[in-house]
């Protein structure tokens, strides 16, 4: 078990390419592989926080864009929308969260 969010990125991304198909459909823009939206979705979870505090570790940390092969840092909509793609096809990783860009109902 690590500590460190840059092994723990790089393991993200080494899984992902094993696992997944580096785009979701022949005509996706191909900003971003799935590989490295699913990476950042680990690192979301594993840094506890929510997608604009971790486009803001993105901003911050040259290292960690470059550990994923990020040209741009993706806009945090494009990291809900891929918890929503993921979860369609039955992905068991995210199988447990509600969907992440639905509104909370107020309890």
């Not at 979701?24 to 490295?36: E, G, N, P, W």
């Not at 840094?47 to 803001?56: E, P, S, V």
């Not at 840092?73 to 369609?88: D, E, G, W």
Request: proline share 7%; charged share 25%.
């Amino acid at each position: 078990m690590t500590k460190s969010p840059r092994a723990v990125a790089q393991e993200a991304l080494r899984l992902a390419r094993e696992a997944l198909p580096a785009y979701s459909s022949k005509f996706s823009r191909k900003d971003f592989t799935q590989h490295q939206l699913f990476a950042l979705l680990v690192l979301k979870t594993f840094l506890k926080t929510d997608y604009r505090g971790l486009i803001q570790m993105l901003v911050d940390f040259r290292e960690l864009r470059e550990d994923l092969g990020l040209d741009k840092i993706p806009h945090y909509s494009t990291l809900c929308k891929a918890v929503q793609r993921l979860l369609k096809k039955g992905s068991p990783f995210f199988s447990s969260l509600a969907p992440p860009c639905a509104p909370r109902k107020a309890a």
